[in-house]
């Protein structure tokens, strides 16, 4: 919209104080001439310089949060890292009219069972989403033990199938360093997982996931980088919002195929998130939890604790890091300490240098 039409919306919002204006009416006064009137785009022939999103798809209509969207409309593209050629309108559409027509450009989306981007939780460092992904995450764990210490790193590609599913790919790999032994290292067990979405409660502010992995045995056992068997893990993901905190959850159980090769757990991981403002470019403190059992009677359970920080790179927030360790407070002590990074690019929402 360029200045004269938003002098004209300015002029009749001030003729109208009695009566607030729908989504479909703001819609139609400030949106439409260039996203046109059924959400697809403008049509050819404008002055427009960058292609427009299509709301009538829903991957693009639910993908983005409230307030990020609240935030473009108020301040302009620039806010977001987006082109200058979307306008600012917070000096004449009220809180309220935002809030009216983001939910209806939300509705060109006709499929309700697409999740909206408000249950998008920041990704932790130890617990995994419960939302469904387009993402790619190269990571890093290291951790010392006694008489160890290992290095390594995965590279996951996660790729949205439909409204609620996802499928996951985990190349790993590491290096072990034993005490008086020379390093010794390679490709881990790749996985294959895959995700479903079956809660998504907007208004609880709640979303729950089941899925399955399944590791294969693509690592050197002999060098400490694999389990030398199929394992399967079923797992169950949780999203929740309850007030300014964030609660996430992990449950799951490693079955693998040989129990002599490596040992059947269940492992329950949470992290309890502290948003520092609304955006998803805001930073994220968290303290993770992780407690670990062998289902094995002789071995005992491993408490770990620790914190970590999420830190986005980009306005738009779909690049970020973030950092965390764990300790073990109670139980046995699988290592001494482990150390937890990762570099994270939402590809589905723009270049990685879109900054």
Known sequence: MNGWARAALAVLLAALPARAMTGAELYAQACASCHGADGRGAAAGTSLTVPLPDFT???????????????LVRHGGRF???????PAFGDVLTDAEIRAVIAYVRGFCRDPRWPIGDLEYRRAVFVEKAFPEDEIVLSYAGEAARRARTNGGELALEKRI?????LEL?????AVAAEGERARGGLGDAALVYRQALVV??????IGSAGVEVALPTGNRRHGVGSGTFVVAPELLSGHALGPLVVQTQVLAELPADPARADRRMVYRAALQWPLGPYKKDVVPALEIEQSQALASDVHAATLVGPSLYVPLSRRGHVACAVG?????????????????FLLWEYSDGPFWAW
């Open 57 to 71: 798809d829903c991957a693009t209509a639910t993908a983005e949060t409230t307030a990020n969207w609240a935030g």
């Open 80 to 86: 977001l890292g987006l082109s200058a050629e979307m």
């Open 162 to 166: 439909g409204p609620r599913g996802w």
């Open 170 to 174: 985990d190349v790993p790999g590491a």
């Open 201 to 206: 409660a907007p208004a609880w502010r709640s």
């Open 325 to 341: 360790a764990l300790l073990p407070v109670a139980g046995t002590r699988p290592f001494d300490w482990q150390l937890g990074a």
